[in-house]
């Protein structure tokens, strides 16, 4: 299948995600948000893939936002469909059931931004840059940014972020738990392919149960605690968890066949 704004290229179990617009800073189109879809279901039916990478081509950005000659003319009913087709697509990634590392290379900045946010672990480039600009235009964020801020960062940071339009360095996205790590801009790839590459050693099975722990949430702890036990047993079915505990006892590399 031809692509014209994502590419997909695989090393080893890793599927690398790049989205292709370096002259448009990576601008999220509303086709570039199509073939994300379309390319993350791909990776979904291909059982060699078991972690994902996401980045953006060139060395600018990472995702520089929706593309504004798209939504400066949008009608309420129009906008609001605009809006829920982003969240959308940022909720099937958020709760894909293989990991998904951003390698953020460059500027993350609104639909850029909540595009990061919807990835399970995020690695930036010591000269990328987050922000929720859209106060400036005359709007909110709108692909989930006002929710997936207050929980990343909290209450009080995403506010003045929302609020005042204003970009945050990757030193500070650290301090704040944007970003997990910071790395030099030239070993941001390798370093995103080296947490991708631990990940895939792992029990493909096991990393989607894992996953699928961490992302419910419930009003009620008792229910998130329950839901937890009833993984952990689920585990117990499987060909790995044998393997696991067999290599442990034996002291030897566990051999893991995501079964």
Same mark, same amino acid.
């Given at each position: 299948?031809?692509?014209?704004?994502?590419?997909?290229?695989?090393?080893?179990?890793?599927?690398?995600?790049?989205?292709?617009?370096?002259? &448009?800073?990576?601008?999220?189109?509303?086709?570039?948000?199509?073939?994300?879809?379309?390319?993350?279901?791909?990776?979904?039916?291909?059982?060699?893939?078991?972690?994902?990478?996401?980045?953006?081509?060139?060395?600018?950005?990472?995702?520089?936002?929706?593309?504004?000659?798209?939504?400066?003319?949008?009608?309420?009913?129009?906008?609001?469909?605009?809006? &829920?087709?982003?969240?959308?697509?940022?909720?099937?990634?958020?709760?894909?059931?293989?990991?998904?590392?951003?390698?953020?290379?460059?500027?993350?900045?609104?639909?850029?931004?909540?595009?990061?946010?919807?990835?399970?672990?995020?690695?930036?480039?010591?000269?990328?840059?987050?922000?929720?600009? @859209?106060?400036?235009?005359?709007?909110?964020?709108?692909?989930?940014?006002?929710?997936?801020?207050?929980?990343?960062?909290?209450?009080?940071?995403?506010?003045?972020?929302?609020?005042?339009?204003?970009?945050?360095?990757?030193?500070?996205?650290?301090?704040?738990?944007?970003?997990?790590?910071?790395?030099?801009?030239?070993?941001?790839?390798?370093?995103? &392919?080296?947490?991708?590459?631990?990940?895939?050693?792992?029990?493909?099975?096991?990393?989607?149960?894992?996953?699928?722990?961490?992302?419910?949430?419930?009003?009620?702890?008792?229910?998130?605690?329950?839901? @937890?036990?009833?993984?952990?047993?689920?585990?117990?079915?499987?060909?790995?968890?044998?393997?696991?505990?067999?290599?442990?006892?034996?002291?030897?590399?566990?051999?893991?066949?995501? &079964?």
């Amino acid at each position: 299948m031809e692509f014209e704004n994502v590419i997909l290229s695989k090393e080893g179990k890793i599927g690398i995600v790049k989205i292709n617009r370096p002259d &448009k800073l990576n601008a999220l189109n509303l086709r570039t948000l199509d073939e994300l879809r379309k390319i993350f279901k791909m990776i979904e039916e291909d059982s060699s893939i078991l972690s994902v990478i996401l980045t953006g081509a060139g060395d600018k950005a990472f995702a520089a936002g929706a593309d504004i000659t798209e939504i400066n003319k949008l009608s309420k009913r129009e906008a609001e469909a605009f809006s &829920k087709n982003g969240q959308e697509i940022f909720n099937y990634i958020e709760n894909f059931d293989k990991p998904v590392i951003a390698a953020i290379n460059g500027y993350a900045l609104g639909g850029g931004c909540e595009l990061a946010m919807a990835c399970h672990i995020r690695i930036a480039s010591e000269n990328a840059r987050f922000g929720q600009p @859209e106060i400036n235009l005359g709007i909110i964020p709108g692909y989930g940014g006002t929710v997936r801020l207050r929980e990343i960062a909290g209450k009080s940071k995403a506010l003045e972020m929302i609020l005042t339009g204003d970009m945050i360095d990757a030193q500070e996205a650290y301090r704040i738990g944007l970003v997990n790590k910071v790395t030099p801009h030239a070993e941001l790839l390798d370093a995103a &392919k080296k947490t991708g590459e631990k990940i895939a050693s792992k029990s493909g099975v096991i990393i989607k149960y894992a996953l699928e722990s961490l992302r419910i949430k419930s009003t009620e702890r008792r229910e998130e605690m329950e839901n @937890e036990s009833r993984l952990f047993a689920l585990c117990t079915e499987t060909e790995d968890f044998k393997e696991g505990t067999s290599a442990f006892l034996e002291k030897r590399p566990a051999q893991f066949k995501n &079964k």
